[in-house]
């Protein structure tokens, strides 16, 4: 696909009817397992973004595009997603998506439609040309103090089968944390992972790619998976350098 590596060096120093709370209340369950957080002050006015400043990000071969009104109209997604996602796995350690039926495939693309629109957060879909391969739910502290009461930032992210174990969400997901560095200026990048999520855990936590390192879990909670906390890890953006090669 001519896709690049993404290498990281340390250095030193549509108008629509639905209310936020509604959008929130049908998504908010995905920040439980594969999320990374990136904690920021307590502040007022959290900051927020519209369709306007948010760009698709060329991948050589693959691109990250917003999810915006004119994918959800234009583009048939919802009648692919449940063919070409791991259903089960996504039940099991994301269980706000939920693409089992073409019903509720739109259904949820209704809600990421929404969410951009109304500056909660931002749906990137991974397309190999116009075929939706994966996501990467960036959630802004307006969304996250609604569904959890946090003034924080989120990340959560998928892949399909077509593109699982080739390094191509470890740079789709530099490329946001990137993003996240320049753009929002954000500090420090927590990961919650599953006990369970094997592959969550390889990628975020590689032993050739260490891009985050693993802190006392006490305090954190899964309330999705009762009697387990998750695995919980951390990133310094601000010591981070991210190169294109």
Known sequence: MGLFDFFLKKHTKSNTNANSQDVVDSTHKMNTNNSICAKIEECDSPLSFSL????????????LVPYDAYWYFSVPDATVLNLLANTDKLKEFMPGVDFSTEEKAKK???????????GLGI??????QNIPV???FVNTPKYNKIA????IW???????????????????LCQ????????FNVPKVYALVNKANIDCLKLIHHPQYPLFEEIDNTGFKDKDHPGESPRVFVLN?????????
């Open 52 to 63: 306007s400043n948010v760009k698709s990000i060329d991948m050589g071969g693959l691109k």
């Open 108 to 118: 949820a693309l209704e809600g990421y439609m929404f969410r951009t629109e109304q």
């Open 123 to 128: 749906t990137y879909v991974i397309r190999n």
């Open 134 to 136: 994966g996501m990467i």
């Open 148 to 151: 959890l009461n946090l003034n």
């Open 154 to 172: 989120t990340v959560d992210f998928f892949a399909m089968k077509s593109i699982e174990h080739k390094k191509i969400m470890f740079n789709c």
């Open 176 to 183: 946001i944390l990137s993003v996240m560095k320049s753009d």
């Open 237 to 245: 953006l601000a010591t981070m350098n991210f190169i294109h090669e």
